[in-house]
């Protein structure tokens, strides 16, 4: 009740035309995959909805090899956040758990933070030469070892926030019974923290599936994944594709609305470095 | 007990130098390769370019080279006006949203979406409600009569659709900080307002906007960085153009890197843009930490 000043229809109203804003483009480029060509290019037929078809997801799966790019952006999204957690809890419990000196700790943890302004155009060009004289250019693996160190960083700055939610007292309690550190990490932070845990896996699992500009420098057509894919095949010839638009940005998006709308409230942390906590 | 306090102090490393190694090799380290190529002549699609040390003769091309001034300008501009809507955009929808309280996360949810999704998704999604002949949004334009637009194939409106869209995508990003902040305004500071009689405008700029101060500084910490490495939305609309029209530092950078295969030039040009983040970076977090 502390804005009383609107009233409530007219804020019901405002509210239902700035979801129409935001939703309504989502929509038509989603329907834009069950249009052909032709109904699209008709200006008479723009939001009509009478000729929609199967048959260009039909012929993306048979002739665009598209499930061969889902594979590569699956393989690349699961095992980089795979390895990403597994580098970054560690490090995140080693930060905020263990005795170190203060200062060490404080500028580690904004080594990990300051690593996120990090513009990724700055590192592509080196990375591009040497993957190029190491053979690892246009392969998936050197492409998931970019995915990693670029994700590390923030993983860390997050999980160092979540575990520092737990009571120091229960680790405390622990050493006494002669828990050691490997345990301490794996009975107690672990289970404790679970569902900052998972929110961090759904953020870097989003990150690394939206990626697109180291993805664009260093696979070809052998280990190209969905964004890439998705800017070739809309781009193919002379006039542009709209309904394989449609099509390779309804594949991108409905995992990730799935999981934003499933792991709302810890994304939004997630999204603001930690700032939101509640 | 000595030995065993010393020991405790070096337990962390076990566990934090793994991915502090692999961060710095891989992700730090390459910005020194960089520095060094940024010194040579490399070219990477003409042979008969030899490779050889030029000194700073690639920055001081930088330097004199039009079209990097032109990016940078239309960075800042880029910047500047999407961050602003964003702020203005977010801050109407949370005061919106602030006293729904039934379905708020319902509501939270839809908005978070334009943020979550694929960048290069938005990207085509512009390029398809921007349509100037099958577009929505020039479809919506005539249903009221308004003049048909050539949204981004036009060097006027171009970088206006990019801010357009770019404050479509992250607007719920104030939105949600924002709206986050308000929730913890303690209620007896309205209270206290409203028995001094205080207005709907008054409050809003005695209280609620000054109490949230720090969660403004942070959304524009975060958005002015974003908008600095803008890449992915502008590339899949319009490589830059047309006629250099949406041309950001970026774009820019990839252009000559990877178009042009001037690897040497490119190097420098992504130099150059690590001090300008590293300077911005440092300023900024300063603020906010003078705020705190």
């Known amino acids: ?278 | 007990m000595k030995l065993r306090h010393n020991y405790e102090y070096t337990v962390w490393k076990w566990y934090v130098f793994p991915a502090l190694f692999l961060v710095l090799l891989v992700g730090i380290g390459p910005l020194f390769y960089s520095l060094f190529i940024s010194t040579h002549q490399y070219n990477l699609a003409k042979v008969q370019i030899p490779y050889k040390f030029v000194g700073l003769k690639n920055y001081a091309f930088l330097f004199t080279d039009p079209h990097v001034w032109n990016a940078f300008k239309l960075t800042v501009i880029f910047s500047t006006a999407s961050v602003s809507l964003e702020l203005i955009f977010g801050t109407f929808m949370a005061l919106l949203l602030i006293d729904v309280v039934r379905g708020r996360n319902v509501f939270r949810s839809l908005f978070l979406i334009p943020m979550v999704i694929t960048p290069i998704a938005v990207g085509l999604m512009g390029r398809y409600i921007f349509d100037d002949a099958v577009g929505i949004v020039n479809w919506v334009f005539r249903l009221f009569d308004l003049p048909r637009i050539i949204w981004y194939g036009n060097t006027k409106s171009a970088l206006i659709t990019m801010i357009i869209l770019d404050v479509w995508e992250w607007s719920s990003f104030v939105f949600l900080i924002v709206l986050a902040g308000l929730m913890g305004i303690p209620n007896e500071y309205y209270e206290a307002a409203k028995v001094e009689g205080a207005g709907f405008f008054a409050v809003l700029f005695r209280i609620t906007l000054p109490t949230l101060r720090n969660v403004y500084l942070l959304a524009m910490l975060i958005r002015i960085i974003d908008t600095f490495k803008e890449f992915d939305k502008v590339y899949i609309m319009t490589k830059g153009g047309p006629d250099f029209a949406t041309d950001l530092i970026t774009i820019r950078n990839y252009t000559i890197a990877f178009k042009e295969f001037n690897i040497g030039l490119g190097s420098a040009f992504s130099i150059i843009i690590l001090i300008v983040m590293i300077l911005l970076g440092t300023f900024l977090i300063r603020v906010v930490q003078r705020a705190d």
């Open chain 1, 1 to 278: 009740m502390k804005y009383k000043t609107v009233a409530s229809i007219p804020k019901f109203i405002l509210i239902g035309l700035l979801l129409v804003l935001f939703l309504s483009p989502i929509i038509f480029q989603i329907i834009s995959g069950f249009k052909n060509l032709g109904t699209i290019y008709d200006p008479e037929q723009i939001v009509s909805l009478k000729h929609l078809t199967l048959k260009v997801w039909k012929d993306a799966v048979r002739l665009q090899r598209f499930l061969f790019y889902l594979r590569n952006s699956i393989l690349a999204t699961v095992i980089s956040t795979t390895i990403v957690m597994s580098f970054a809890i560690p490090a995140a419990f080693g930060l905020s758990k263990l005795k170190m000196n203060e200062k060490t700790r404080r500028t580690l943890s904004f080594e990990f933070l300051a690593m996120r302004m990090l513009p990724g155009i700055a590192v592509i060009i080196p990375i591009f030469v040497v993957y190029k004289k190491i053979g690892l250019l246009y392969t998936l693996p050197g492409l998931i070892l970019i995915y990693i160190v670029f994700n590390i960083p923030l993983a860390t700055w997050l999980l160092e926030g979540f575990f520092k939610e737990v009571p120091d007292e229960i680790s405390e309690a622990a050493r006494i019974d002669g828990c050691s550190s490997s345990m301490e990490l794996t009975r107690i932070i672990i289970p404790l923290s679970a569902p900052g845990l998972l929110s961090v896996t759904i953020l870097t699992f989003i990150f690394i599936w939206n990626e697109f500009m180291f993805a664009s420098v260093l696979t070809t057509s052998s280990c190209r994944t969905l964004p890439v894919w998705a800017a070739y095949t809309t781009y193919q010839h002379f006039i542009v594709n709209y309904s394989m638009l449609g099509i390779s940005s309804t594949v991108m998006i409905v995992p990730v609305i799935i999981f934003a709308i499933l792991m709302q409230k810890y994304l939004v942390r997630g999204l603001s470095f930690g700032a939101i906590k509640e």
